[in-house]
């Protein structure tokens, strides 16, 4: 189901100037999202918008203006069903690992939804890749309740991620860099992701394999399960997609005061890294 009813003119959002290229690209995004949606509607998989999506959701009603990103997050038990079950034709595909497909594997270590229509150039220094523009999942994994044993199991994330930065992202388009060493250490990262069981655990937090650098909180990234155990519907530009119950603790936890808007400079830095490349005009039809 292709949505119809998005307008592509230029408009003005909290002072932002929101071009009609943009929203051509929140279009296709928009169609992502339905396309998630109703897959996990029909599979009975549980999801919620979260990073800045839900930011976007809860102080926007859509799309955070000077951004493009979506983030959902799943249980981890449903992560891994959905990961076997996004169809590999249409006009999106699953660029991980987990695609046997997928020729060129991405650099992030995240499961991610992408465009076949649109090109996105980053320029991360050292790193500058070709990707395409799509959606970030994120799984949801049980943590232990002792708090040492919390710690602990951070510090592995982190081990990981230093792995996967050394051995992937930096030698990655070079002649150092190995398919197989990438692949070997995806899978170990998935070890790391299911040590503890969902169900059953009090705490949890998205796998995320980076420092929690934007908590505002100052402490970690990890959260009582109840604020994710059920959704509710919320307004996402002409949509209504699945926002965490406990939505003003997680965005608290986040941003803090989450409702203010960030500096002009900050909102600048957003997109600065970013050229796109659309490749077919036809699907805006």
């Known amino acids: 189901m292709i949505n119809k009813e998005f307008c592509f003119e230029e408009e003005i959002r909290d002072g932002y100037l929101v071009t009609e290229r943009v929203k051509k690209i929140w279009y296709t995004e928009i169609n992502l999202l339905i396309a998630f949606d109703r897959m996990c ?28 990103d979506l983030d959902v997050c799943m249980p981890v038990p449903d ?30 270590n995240l499961l991610k939804i992408k465009s ?7 320029n991360h220094f050292p790193l500058r890749t070709m990707a395409g523009l799509g959606l970030d999942v994120f ?14 199991y951070l510090s592995d994330y982190m081990k990981w991620s230093n792995i996967w930065k050394e051995k992937v992202v930096i030698p990655y388009g070079t002649k150092y860099y190995s398919r197989e060493k990438h692949i070997e250490i995806f899978q170990e990262m998935q ?30 990234r990890i ?4 604020w994710y155990e059920s959704a509710i519907k919320m307004k996402f530009e002409n949509r209504e997609l699945n926002v965490p119950k406990g939505y003003d603790s997680v965005l608290s ?33």
């Open 116 to 122: 076949k229509k649109i090109i996105i150039e980053f």
């Open 139 to 152: 799984p949801l994994c049980g943590y232990p309740s002792d708090k040492n044993e919390q710690e602990k």
């Open 41 to 68: 509607k029909e599979h009975n998989l549980k999801y919620s918008v979260c990073y800045g999506t839900l930011l976007g959701a809860i102080r926007h009603k859509g799309f955070i203006p000077w951004d493009d």
């Open 253 to 285: 936890k986040w941003y803090g005061d989450y409702m203010i808007l960030p500096s002009e400079e900050s909102r600048n830095k957003q997109l600065a890294t970013k050229r796109y490349m659309i490749t077919n005009f036809e699907m805006y039809k």
């Open 191 to 220: 070890k790391i992701i299911t040590r503890y069981d969902y169900e059953t655990a009090e705490f949890i937090a998205p796998a995320y394999f980076e420092k929690d650098t934007f908590l505002s909180c100052g402490d970690n």
């Open 79 to 108: 992560y891994l069903v959905f990961k076997d079950l996004f169809p590999r034709d249409g006009d999106f595909f699953l660029d991980s690992v987990f695609n046997d497909e997928v020729r060129d594997l991405s650099p992030s």
């Open 223 to 226: 959260m009582p399960k109840e």
